[in-house]
């Protein structure tokens, strides 16, 4: 039987171009969580991993599967070591090969992308890095005020059970979003914590 799985970040986004055959498939899987959150701690995923009747996937990109990739070749050795077959839409591409073998060029494409995808994310956390030391020698990046210290120290004790739930969940390799959904805490309280330094979001 035949499964879609489509993955978006937040409910602002459509789930409508992933979903353009959904009349094709026995079984269609929506998650709305952030693409750091590993393929099998995602709600809808874990559904698709437990359906054994599925022999069949479809992905927009394989982006769709994560971020990290590790991750993503982890998820399709699962799949294809049950004989599941994971159509990429954008590459044409399907993990398996008509005789039930893997696909080599597949997964050299899969590898490939995901190296890029990593290799992107490190450079923008240079170029971060590199605005912020530019920021310093122009004289416009503020320190801590006076007292800046008690005050964090009082901010951390009203919210220590937040900034608790909040460091598990980033533990988890959840990303803002999904954190903001799992634990009830808003995104805005959470970048709050990020700015204060109370939580370190994954890398």
Same mark, same amino acid.
């Given at each position: 039987?035949?499964?879609?799985?489509?993955?978006?970040?937040?409910?602002?986004?459509?789930?409508?171009?992933? =979903?353009?055959?959904?009349?094709?498939? %026995?079984?269609?899987?929506?998650?709305?969580?952030?693409?750091?959150?590993?393929?099998?701690?995602?709600?809808?995923?874990? !559904?698709? =991993?437990?359906?054994?009747?599925?022999? #069949?996937?479809?992905?927009?990109?394989?982006?769709?599967?994560?971020?990290? =990739?590790?991750?993503?070749?982890?998820?399709?050795? $699962?799949?294809?070591?049950?004989?599941?077959?994971? $159509?990429?839409?954008? =590459? &044409?591409?399907?993990?398996?090969?008509? %005789?039930? !073998?893997?696909?080599?060029?597949?997964?050299?494409?899969?590898?490939?992308?995901?190296?890029?995808?990593? #290799?992107?994310?490190?450079?923008?956390?240079?170029?971060?890095?590199? &605005?912020?030391? +530019?920021?310093?020698?122009?004289?416009?990046?503020?320190? *801590?005020?006076?007292?800046? %210290?008690?005050?964090?120290?009082? #901010? !951390?004790?009203? $919210? $220590?059970?937040?900034?608790?739930?909040?460091?598990?969940?980033?533990?988890?390799?959840?990303?803002?979003?999904?954190?903001?959904?799992?634990?009830?805490?808003?995104?805005?309280?959470?970048?709050?914590? +990020?700015? *204060?330094?109370?939580?370190?979001?994954?890398?």
């Amino acid at each position: 039987m035949k499964a879609i799985y489509s993955r978006i970040s937040t409910p602002s986004q459509k789930h409508d171009r992933q =979903l353009q055959n959904k009349n094709d498939y %026995d079984f269609i899987y929506l998650d709305i969580i952030s693409g750091s959150v590993s393929f099998k701690e995602r709600p809808e995923a874990q !559904k698709l =991993l437990r359906n054994d009747k599925v022999n #069949y996937i479809t992905i927009a990109e394989v982006t769709r599967l994560g971020r990290n =990739l590790q991750d993503i070749l982890q998820t399709l050795q $699962h799949f294809t070591g049950k004989g599941v077959n994971i $159509h990429i839409e954008n =590459l &044409g591409l399907t993990t398996l090969l008509p %005789d039930g !073998k893997p696909n080599p060029t597949a997964k050299l494409m899969i590898n490939l992308l995901g190296t890029i995808g990593e #290799y992107e994310r490190e450079l923008l956390k240079e170029r971060t890095q590199q &605005g912020r030391e +530019i920021a310093k020698a122009k004289g416009k990046y503020k320190g *801590k005020k006076r007292g800046a %210290d008690a005050n964090i120290s009082k #901010y !951390k004790a009203k $919210h $220590h059970e937040a900034i608790q739930k909040v460091n598990y969940s980033f533990k988890l390799n959840n990303g803002i979003s999904a954190t903001a959904r799992l634990t009830g805490i808003t995104r805005t309280m959470i970048y709050r914590f +990020i700015e *204060k330094g109370l939580v370190n979001p994954p890398k």
